[in-house]
């Protein structure tokens, strides 16, 4: 994808944003007045440039614009390369997110489970309880025959990546075999029985864990091996399953998530940024579902200008807030002075909350002036100021520390923590001449001040 024009007015920490900033796609929130002049360039090739600061250009293409993009066509900055020597497949055994560690992450199941026991560690109030499902038992499913008396699915799949690779030359037929490819895959993790010994000890250690079937809810969420690594931010690219209730209607959760990394759309991604696709292991965190009355994201670091020392937070009322793209209040807090500074109302009507039997329904939200407050705030920034601390791991393919994007809730005035991965830009993004030097009338403005108490000139026409 090249770039993003959504109508609407979305918010700065969705998911897509996040994932559009690490990959380097501009991405643009239009506002419907817009639209008119936008059609007007309908059918054209067109160029968007989007700067660190948010000025927009949107232009038609033409010849003036080749040495611009010969100038930075240069070798892609991301590339998905996990550890093969780190990698256990033979741990089997259904772990509490209590046991898991950091270093866990990439080895027995992937950087969700591994970093939330990490947080668990630190801030066991904060992380709701929580099960994995490590890589080994994924790999073990891929060993039935893909059909009786056939091979392994693994040797099968295997030899369908050889075959995609050899077409590379002729991309219709490609794209046939492609798709075949993908809906055989996901067709037959879905049906698959991973055995009466899997059910039974999965149960056990589900009702150890969260207690006796039916009183819980959990969110059955993707943690693959190929996320949150070093240069790439895995944000909002692998399925959850949200507020699942009843084992069986678990175990149906768990093949859909086991499935999902051969979707069209995960698929096209691992091939255009990692090496070795076949090399896609799935674990599988179960996490006790949590009310939360509001919830948001957080990144420790002003996301505009990339500056430490400030917090940026975008927090709408229920369940899931902000993450799926909805109008969120958006906060810029300075962590030395305390400032907090409002860049945007929670406009969104409804907001999401959970159903007793499982799932998620929209009710209408309260409209409250603020969704956050001060108290709320102050435990916000106390824990984001102990992140780096608690999280040295947090950085870029360089090697160098790295912001935290931070998944919150909070629940009886309680902070509850869903997630933690590093925030990750475009390098090439972030230091391109043209994005930069469209935020110099920008910068030449900014320290100009203007007296809110005083009426406004009349402008001369």
Known sequence: MAGILTTGEGNILSHVQLLARNLGIPNVAVDKKWLPRIKTMEGQQVV?????????QL??????????????????DILIRPDMKKLDLDTLRFIALDNLRASDSGKICGPKAANLGELK???PEAVADGLVIPFGR????????????????????????????????????????????????????????????????LRAAMEKTFGPDGTYGVFVRSDTNVEDLPGFTGAGLNLTVPHVVGFENI???????????????AFQWRQAYM???????????????????????????????????????????????????????????????????????????????????????????????????????????EFADSAPQRFPKLRESQGRPVPADIEFGFYQN?????????FLESVKARKNLLLNGLDNRLIQNHHKVVNLNEIPAMVQR
């Open 414 to 422: 309680r902070l509850m923590l869903f997630q933690i991965r590093p």
């Open 138 to 201: 994924f790999r073990a499913l891929l060993e039935q025959p893909i059909e009786p008396n056939g091979p392994s699915v693994l040797l099968w799949m295997q030899d369908q990546y050889k075959i995609i690779r050899r077409l590379e030359g002729d991309s219709e037929r490609q794209a046939q075999i492609t798709e075949r490819f993908l809906k055989q895959m996901q067709a037959w993790i879905i049906n698959a029985d991973p055995g009466e010994e899997f059910r039974n000890q």
């Open 59 to 76: 232009a038609a293409d033409g010849p003036q614009w080749d040495p611009i993009f010969e100038e930075h066509n240069g070798a892609q």
């Open 251 to 265: 175990m149906a959760a768990v093949a859909r998530v086991w499935a999902s990394p051969f979707s069209e759309r």
């Open 48 to 56: 968007m440039a989007v700067s660190p600061r948010g000025v927009v």
């Open 275 to 381: 090496e070795s696709p076949q090399h896609v292991y799935a674990a599988v965190l179960l996490m006790k579902s949590v009310p939360a009355e509001k919830s948001g994201v957080l990144i420790t670091a002003d996301v505009d200008s990339g500056q430490p020392g400030r917090l940026t937070i975008a927090v709408s009322e229920g369940v899931g807030g902000a993450v799926s793209g909805q109008t969120a209040e958006e906060l810029r807090i300075d962590m030395q002075s305390g400032e907090v500074r409002l860049m945007a109302h929670a406009t969104e009507p409804f907001k999401r909350v959970l159903l007793n039997e499982g799932g998620i329904s929209k009710v209408r939200a309260s409209g409250a002036e603020a969704v956050l407050n001060e108290a709320e705030i102050k435990l916000l920034m």
């Open 121 to 123: 560690r630190f801030f």
